[in-house]
């Protein structure tokens, strides 16, 4: 237990609910009396820029917010050119876990194929089709719980916290929404793979 500690980046473009994500892994890691650090860089202050937020959780006191080139156990994407982009963090047993569904926000956007072909050249790589489970969980906006659920077993917290965090984050706008977003969340945790 005193050597628990998790290095994620996540990211994505505005409005996709990297922030969401970033505070339910946040109140998660607090619910079980961990330390976190974290570090949000936003490219436009609209929806469609560049968003990532660096987390760093640990059983012992951390010394920077920033997480170094190659040391990265996991980067949670939800849009899979913008995963691409933090590859250098990525330490070679971390785990890519992206979403399929494309964000298309600039004219030179390169080709989907193009794209998951050198996301599959990394060894312990996840494709998920998110904005798919998102739907099906009833709640089309949800497909960064859906994320939240599939990266789960990889960010040494319990599901138990998760689902905690997810309650407290969502709890001001209603049950049914705490419930859909719980739905993708468990979604997510149960994809194949």
Not at 52 to 59: E, I, P
Not at 78 to 106: C, Q
């Amino acid at each position: 237990m005193n050597n628990r500690k998790t290095d994620i980046i996540l990211a994505g473009v505005g409005g996709q609910g990297i922030l969401s994500i970033a505070a339910a892994i946040g109140l998660a890691a607090v619910h079980e009396n961990l330390s976190l650090k974290q570090s949000e860089v936003h490219g436009m202050s609209q929806r469609g820029g560049a968003v990532q937020s660096h987390l760093r959780l640990s059983a012992t006191e951390i010394a920077s917010d920033l997480i170094p080139l190659g040391q990265a156990d996991l980067i949670i994407s939800l849009e899979p050119m913008e995963a691409l982009r933090y590859l250098p963090f990525l330490a070679s047993s971390g785990w890519l876990i992206t979403n399929t569904g494309t964000f298309i926000n600039i004219p030179d956007y390169p080709k989907e194929s193009a794209i998951f072909e050198e996301i599959r050249k990394i060894p312990h790589h996840m494709l998920v089709p998110a904005s798919n489970l998102a739907k099906d969980a009833g709640n089309p906006k949800s497909s960064n719980m859906v994320m939240l659920g599939a990266a789960f077993p990889f960010l040494n917290l319990s599901k138990e916290s998760l689902i905690f965090a997810i309650r407290k984050l969502f709890h001001s706008k209603g049950e049914e929404l705490v419930q859909s977003n719980i739905s993708a969340f468990e979604m997510g945790a149960v994809y194949k793979r």
